[in-house]
């Protein structure tokens, strides 16, 4: 359990885990959200309708939870979507249902928001973790987080290790629900209209990596997913449009001066 000076006025957090079928990984999930210990937390949990003991689980912990149902959804996107809308913290993030925060995250995260008032995301480091949260490998080398790189490189940005302000989130209108697999890569290109996010140079979280996240049938509609996104905002991005141009306009002067010299 983590603790923290309790005098400093904490920023809500508002945490939801979609759920569906991993009982065998959500109590860990949910038990890594209510130890960090936070005083101003709010915990939303949406169970697709699970067939598994997830609801049993949720149950356990029922009196830390400031809500959570089960019942049939349109995927993990509108389960999102969602609890997002219902959520009445100042930052919001959400965490899947086998991944893990790591102690003291939200203290971390909640300092960064109250020296820099004004930001509305920020991104840190996660851990590739197994199915027994053995730390398999760290997160690749941080590249500068920018529409060029999200988008010739792939999204970059570690979901389970970012969070924003609900009025971001808003005022970019959400993320598409109709992706199945890449509307939190979506969603950060819409935040990157806006502004860089705020980097913590630490394990915030662990995205947990195991059999059934590694299926081939996913991994193929995620690439279909994220090739889309990508010529959408290569084809229809004016920041896009205008960030290429100066690359051009840039290569232009150095190759007119070259021949000037």
């Not at 995250?105 to 199915?131: C, H, M, Q, Y």
């Not at 896009?240 to 840039?250: L, P, W």
């Amino acid at each position: 359990m983590y603790y923290e000076d309790e005098s400093l006025k904490w920023p809500k957090i508002s945490i939801i885990t979609p759920s569906y079928n991993q009982g065998s990984f959500l109590e860990e999930t949910m038990r890594s959200v209510l130890l960090q210990n936070y005083p101003n937390l709010e915990y939303i949990i949406l169970d697709g309708g699970s067939t598994d003991n997830s609801v049993e689980i949720i149950q356990k912990y029922d009196e830390y939870i400031d809500f959570w149902v089960s019942e049939p959804d349109n995927g993990q996107a509108d389960a999102i979507y969602r609890g997002i809308e219902m959520a009445t913290g100042d930052i919001v993030a959400y965490i899947n249902s086998d991944d893990i925060y790591y102690p003291g995250a939200f203290f971390k995260v909640a300092k960064e928001f109250i020296k820099n008032p004004d930001s509305g995301w920020l991104t840190g480091r996660t851990v590739f973790v197994d199915e027994y949260s053995n730390p398999k490998s760290d997160q690749p080398r941080y590249l500068p987080i920018n529409m060029f790189n999200m988008v010739y490189l792939g999204n970059f940005v570690m979901q389970p290790s970012t969070f924003w302000k609900k009025e971001l989130f808003l005022s970019v209108g959400g993320f598409d629900k109709n992706l199945r697999f890449s509307f939190d890569y979506e969603l950060f290109l819409k935040f990157l209209k806006f502004e860089k996010p705020l980097w913590i140079n630490q394990n915030l979280a662990g995205f947990r990596y195991h059999s059934l996240s590694k299926t081939t049938n996913i991994h193929d509609v995620c690439v279909e997913e994220s090739d889309e996104i990508k010529s959408k905002y290569i084809c229809n991005d004016s920041i896009f449009k205008k960030f290429i141009g100066r690359i051009f306009s840039d290569l232009y002067s150095l190759i007119f001066n070259y021949r000037h010299r």
